[in-house]
């Protein structure tokens, strides 16, 4: 089975901050990595697919790059609305399994 | 507009069934993969189940296999879980997803991502 890793866990940040969020996958996945935003008590938000491509109304102060084990999603100005937990997902398994990474909470300083 | 409405959840006794439905508008059901996920309280989230668009391929999780069936009925837009033997470690909200997809170069259509999400519904498993 393929593990996904993310840091840091959490991180404080402030708004107009560059913020960058680590994932790693436990073998290769090409670009089958997706990242996807939570808030609490909401359902998840899909916010970058195939590594690097934007969802559809997602701002692009969002963006997305790696492929093989190594990605990063970053946030280039940190705004209000941004304060959440982030998670990415392999979709290399399709469509016997999929697995989400841990997450990052991101957090005001 | 994409709409998912999880329906089913409520507490159970450990060894129980439950039955979660979701309801889908908004765009051509029977096209799409659908599956399930999950999040244990203040917990990651974890991919339960997918079915393919006619119901001819279900896949599972390690955890599930052979306690939950997922199921649809095309012609109702609706999307199932039957869950059996439940667990005091299947205590979570389970959200329906629509499966985002491309094609492969065999004109498959292979699910890839999560790309619509219902409100979820929570499933408590406790004596």
């Known amino acids: 089975d393929i593990q996904m890793t993310q840091s840091p866990s959490s991180l404080s940040a402030s708004v107009g901050d560059r913020v960058t969020i680590t994932c790693r996958a436990s073998?290769?996945?090409?670009?089958?990595l997706n990242w996807y935003q939570q808030k609490p008590g909401k359902a998840p938000k899909l916010l970058i697919y195939?590594?690097?491509s934007l969802q559809s109304g997602v701002p692009s102060r969002f963006s997305g790059s790696g492929s093989g084990t190594d990605f990063t999603l970053t946030i280039s100005s940190l705004q209000p609305e941004d304060f959440a937990t982030y998670y990415c997902?392999?979709?290399?398994?399709?469509?016997?399994?999929?697995?989400f990474g841990p997450g990052t909470k991101v957090d005001i300083k | 507009e994409v709409q998912l409405v999880e329906s089913g959840g409520g507490l159970v006794q450990p060894g129980g069934s439950l039955r979660l439905s979701c309801a889908a508008s908004?765009?051509?059901?029977?096209?799409?993969?659908m599956s399930w996920v999950r999040q244990a309280p203040g917990k990651g989230l974890e991919w339960v189940a997918n079915?393919?668009?006619?119901?001819?391929?279900?896949y599972y999780v390690d955890s599930v296999k052979g306690r939950f069936t997922i199921s649809r009925d095309n012609a109702k837009n609706s999307l199932y879980l039957q869950m059996n033997s439940l667990r005091a470690e299947d205590t979570a909200v389970y959200y329906c997803?629509?499966?985002?997809?491309?094609?492969?170069?065999?004109?498959?259509?292979?699910?890839?991502?999560?790309?619509?999400w219902g409100q979820g519904t929570l499933v408590t498993v406790s004596s």
């Open positions: 997803a629509r499966d985002g997809y491309y094609y492969d170069s065999s004109g498959y259509q292979t699910p890839i991502d999560f790309d619509y």
């Open positions: 908004g765009f051509t059901f029977s096209s799409y993969w």
């Open positions: 079915i393919k668009q006619d119901g001819s391929e279900k």
């Open positions: 073998q290769s996945i090409s670009s089958y």
């Open positions: 195939a590594a690097s």
């Open positions: 997902q392999q979709s290399y398994s399709t469509p016997f399994g999929f697995t």
